[in-house]
Structures are given as C-alpha cells and as structure tokens.
C-alpha cells in the first residue's frame, strides 16, 4: 500500500488506492469485489455509513454559506434561482457521496479493515 496521502487522493478520484490501476466503482456507488488490476478487496471494506457522513458534513457547510447570505446580506433569490440552486446542491450532494465513499474505502483498505462474513 502507498502512504497515506496517495491512498486517499486515489480513493478521491475513484481509482484504486492500492494500484491506481483500475477504478472503484461499477456505476455510482457499487464498488467492485476485488480491483481488476491488483486484486485488492474492494467489496470487503465495510464503508456503510461513514461517507454519507462525511458528505453531509461538507455540503451541509456550504449550505450554511447560503443560510448566511440570506439572512445577513438580505440576498432574496427568486423562485427560479432557489430552484437551481437547490439543483446543484442535490448535484454538490451525490458529488461528495462518490468522493467520501472512494476516501473512506482507501482508509479501510489501508488500515486493512475488512467486513466480517457471517
Ligand atoms: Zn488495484
């Protein structure tokens, strides 16, 4: 395994944080059993729910940005642009979700934590 920042920018970006050889995900969200390239257990890191988490914990700060501004700086968006932005903070949303799920899979498979089978 690399050290710990490479294996954290790899789950990042999706590739695998072992090998960067080959990406995480089959789709969205599914991640693949094992990498292609090296065979690291990717489907065994029991990820569960730190990524939503931590997800949250980003864009739910950018929210409060917003919060701020409507109510300090008397910005008053129309209905249209509430509307967008709300579009893009659903998108803001599924973007960090990814972007923790890949970060939150490489620390497991760093610190070699694995699901237990039952
Ligand atoms: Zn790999």
């Known amino acids: 395994m690399p050290d710990w920042p490479t294996t954290i920018?790899?789950?990042c970006l999706g590739h695998c944080p072992a090998c960067n050889g080959a990406p995480i995900f089959d789709g969205?969200?599914?991640?693949?059993?094992?990498c292609?390239?090296?065979g690291a257990p990717l489907g065994e890191m029991p990820a569960d729910d730190a990524p939503p988490y931590i997800a949250m914990l980003v864009v739910l700060h950018v929210l409060a940005l917003f919060i701020?501004?409507?109510?300090?700086?008397?910005?008053?968006?129309?209905l249209v642009?509430?509307?967008?932005?709300?579009?893009l903070l659903?998108?803001?949303?599924?973007a960090a979700l990814r972007v923790a799920k890949g970060a939150v899979i490489g620390i497991l498979l760093k610190l070699g934590m694995r699901r237990e089978r039952v």
Do not use: E, I, T
């Open 28 to 34: 969205y969200l599914k991640v693949h059993d094992k």
């Open 81 to 87: 642009l509430s509307g967008f932005l709300l579009f």
């Open 90 to 94: 659903a998108l803001l949303c599924m």
């Open 68 to 78: 701020v501004l409507f109510y300090k700086a008397d910005f008053r968006p129309g």
């Open 36 to 38: 292609s390239s090296c």
């Open 9 to 11: 920018r790899r789950g």
